[in-house]
């Protein structure tokens, strides 16, 4: 999608929310503007004052349904908007399904084509292979994601099987996997955690938070990156606190609460320029739940990076 193309239908979008509130906004304006009239006449004109005392369940009848009118727009308006960014950001998923699946599946095809040549050399066929093998592992990884996103959003709790964890030694098999499917080295993350540093969690929730956490990190930073994964105990309340940080894009302040929904992409050209589907902060939000922890993101502002804190129990109580 070239970037007119998209600034045309972020235009669009923003109408097709505008038109409901407007439409909305004068529907309350006018029945104020009825409701004051109506006091006004009323009580500049005695004589109807005289003629409605015994009528008084009328003026309040026709008060009160106003009032109903009101609350049902707005009702109806806050419910509209909703849906109408719902399936704003659904219609984003899909696109960005359709490339995530594209890509990889372009890949694979082009190398099977290069495979059946007969002249092909040893080595060209041994880097083709490593190449599909990695194109399968980004689709597997892709598909677990959404799996477990749809399984999560229809609030089926998984299963816990709660071990002793090294947090530091999960880390850093996490970063070594997410690092080789992004093909770089693997010290652009450090692991910067205790090693007698151990929770009593689910380790399989556990590791697929830090790899989505840690994924994202690496895909929203710069060309130089850079990611820290630390971890410090809070005593006082028996938790421990987990971070990821880098240096790339940051999020503005106003989207900090929001990246953690489902399907939501921070409005941003230097976003949406970068592969997602809006899933991936939110898995790690409904999993750190479930894991009896919160989820929080900061950042100082766009282009200073930022630090996504997990704060979870030293000991989770099984269910």
């Given at each position: 999608?070239?970037?007119?193309?998209?600034?045309?239908?972020?235009?669009?979008?923003?109408?097709?929310?505008?038109v409901p509130i407007i439409l909305a906004s004068g529907a309350v304006a006018l029945c104020l503007a009825l409701l004051a009239g109506w006091s006004y006449l009323v009580l500049q004109n005695?004589?109807?004052?005289a003629d409605l005392r015994g009528n008084r369940w009328?003026?309040?009848?026709?008060?009160?349904?106003?009032?109903?009118?009101?609350?049902?727009?707005?009702?109806?308006?806050?419910?509209?908007?909703?849906?109408?960014?719902?399936v704003r950001r659904q219609t984003s998923f899909i696109d960005s399904v359709t490339h995530e699946?594209?890509?990889?599946?372009?890949?694979?095809?082009?190398?099977?084509?290069?495979?059946?040549?007969?002249?092909?050399?040893?080595?060209?066929?041994?880097?083709?292979?490593?190449?599909?093998?990695?194109?399968?592992?980004?689709?597997?990884?892709?598909?677990?994601?959404?799996?477990?996103?749809?399984?999560?959003?229809?609030?089926?709790?998984?299963?816990?099987?709660l071990t002793d964890i090294s947090l530091a030694e999960l880390a850093r098999r996490c970063a070594g996997g997410v690092t080789r499917r992004a093909h770089l080295a693997d010290d652009v993350v450090r692991v910067d955690i205790a090693p007698e540093l151990r929770i009593v969690t689910d380790e399989v929730a556990l590791a697929a938070v830090l790899e989505n956490l840690i994924d994202?990190?690496?895909?929203?930073?710069?060309?130089?990156?850079?990611?820290?994964?630390?971890?410090?105990?809070?005593e006082a309340r028996g938790q421990v606190a987990l971070e990821v940080r880098d240096r790339g894009i940051g999020i503005p302040r106003t989207h900090l609460r929001r990246v953690f929904e489902r399907f939501y992409r921070v409005p941003d050209e230097a976003v949406r320029e970068r592969r997602?589907?809006?899933?991936?902060?939110?898995?790690?939000?409904?999993?750190?739940?479930?894991?009896?922890?919160?989820?929080?993101?900061?950042?100082?502002?766009?282009?200073?990076?930022?630090?996504?804190?997990?704060?979870?129990?030293?000991?989770?109580?099984?269910a």
């Open positions: 999608m070239t970037r007119r193309t998209r600034t045309m239908a972020i235009a669009r979008m923003t109408r097709s929310i505008s005695p004589e109807l004052v009328l003026l309040a009848a026709g008060i009160g349904s106003l009032v109903v009118i009101m609350f049902v727009i707005v009702l109806f308006t806050v419910f509209l908007v909703r849906e109408i960014r719902e699946l594209k890509s990889p599946l372009a890949a694979l095809k082009l190398c099977l084509e290069t495979l059946a040549r007969p002249d092909l050399p040893g080595p060209q066929h041994e880097r083709l292979r490593r190449m599909m093998h990695d194109d399968v592992e980004r689709l597997t990884a892709f598909i677990d994601r959404v799996l477990t996103a749809t399984r999560l959003a229809g609030e089926v709790r998984p299963a816990q099987h994202n990190a690496i895909k929203y930073s710069g060309d130089d990156v850079e990611v820290i994964v630390s971890a410090s105990p809070v997602g589907t809006g899933l991936g902060l939110y898995v790690v939000s409904a999993l750190v739940r479930s894991l009896g922890g919160r989820a929080e993101a900061l950042s100082p502002g766009p282009g200073q990076g930022t630090t996504l804190r997990v704060t979870l129990p030293m000991r989770l109580r099984s």
